[in-house]
């Protein structure tokens, strides 16, 4: 057995504060999905992004779910989103049984390529088929470029809905991510910049909107003294418990980005002299919170390396873990229609996803680079 403490890939810092926070909420008494811990959390995230109406839910994939649907979305129906991303992203449309079709992704930012959304629109458009909406991702944090996504989607009026739940904390020029599209979602999952245990947000500026996922969160329960009901709802709010720890969570928000992305820097300054070595980085038009950081090992150069540093990763109790595989492979969506240029399968051959967590230290940081230059014999 390895005698290192193990090293986590996304871990949470939980403090005693959090604890707390928690522990208030509970003895208060509020521990059904209301309560004003979660009221607090809504204002707190839509301040914090610039957006105006917030639903808190209880999972980024509820938030997705829900947000087309919002959207109209229906049975049949395509939705254009990103072939490398969490499967989470097409089960949401899959819910309403609408199609997911798969665009590939820019291999140097691993986000959705604008350049491929027209040619896929004039494709399915042709055969009669109606989009419902486009769906960037945010990948690992890498802001989607939103200026060339909104001339699109203006273009082929076609709604965004951006899928923010790996990007809290990123921006594009002076705005944040979770602020882009007619609606947006965030995810607060363990592993995430900020983390409710479970847990996610609906963002938009459209208090309709907003107010319609609410109600269907809440079971479409009608506003009477009886139990009414005249559409289909579903049991997707936060828990006020929850959100009392994403209350505390947000009091160091920028701090738990600034450490990320500190951690990413250290791997590219450890990295950056190893030939055939990169380190996802910064787009030209915005700021990635580093959720993750992300290197890749040139295939040419090193073969199956992602692999086997993932292997050696682990041995000396370090957890790593492939970047997404592609949507197009998932035995789920095997025939799923889909528009590539090969970015996303090269994506999952070279890319690898290193521990990234704030408490990652830079002794930690030269303790996995180690491991990897000594995978690729340097």
Known sequence: ?????????????????????????????????AGPALREFE??????????????????????????????????????????????????VSYLGAIPY????????????????????GILRADGGRIGAIMPVDLYG?????????????????????????????TVGSKRTGSFGEVAILSFNGNKILTTSGGG???????????????????????????????????????NLLAALGVSQMKRIEAIVEQRRNVREW????????????????PPWGKSNSWLTVARFDKAMYGEASEKVRLALEKCNIESRPVWKPMHQQPVYADAPCLLTGASSKWFTEGLCL????????????????????????
């Open 267 to 282: 791997y590219q300054s450890r990295l950056s002299d190893v030939p055939g070595v990169s380190v996802l980085r910064d």
């Open 43 to 92: 204002e707190l995230l839509a301040h914090y992004v610039g957006r105006r109406h917030f639903v808190a839910l209880a999972s980024g994939t509820a938030a997705l779910h829900l947000g087309l649907k919002g959207l109209g979305v229906q049975a049949g129906d395509y939705v254009l989103l990103p072939d490398a991303t969490f499967a989470a992203s097409a089960f949401a």
């Open 201 to 239: 947000m609906l963002l938009t500026d459209d208090e309709g909107f907003a107010d319609s996922v609410r109600r269907w969160a809440t079971q479409a329960r009608e506003p009477t003294a009886w139990y009414e009901h005249q559409e289909i709802g579903y049991n997707y709010r936060l828990s």
């Open 142 to 170: 890498t802001p989607a470029d939103y200026a060339s996504l909104t001339a699109v989607s203006e273009e082929l009026n076609i709604p965004v809905l951006e899928d923010a739940a790996e990007s809290l904390g990123s």
């Open 1 to 33: 057995m390895p005698s290192e403490e193990r090293t986590f890939l996304s871990a949470p810092v939980v403090t005693e504060e959090d604890v707390e926070a928690v522990a208030t909420a509970l003895h208060s008494g509020w521990v059904a999905p």
């Open 102 to 121: 798969f665009i590939d992704v820019d291999y140097e930012y691993s986000n959705i390529d604008t350049r491929l959304l027209e040619d896929a629109a």
């Open 355 to 378: 521990p990234s967590g704030p408490s990652m230290t830079l002794e930690s940081v030269e303790r996995v680079c180690s491991v990897v230059t000594r995978v690729l014999g340097y």
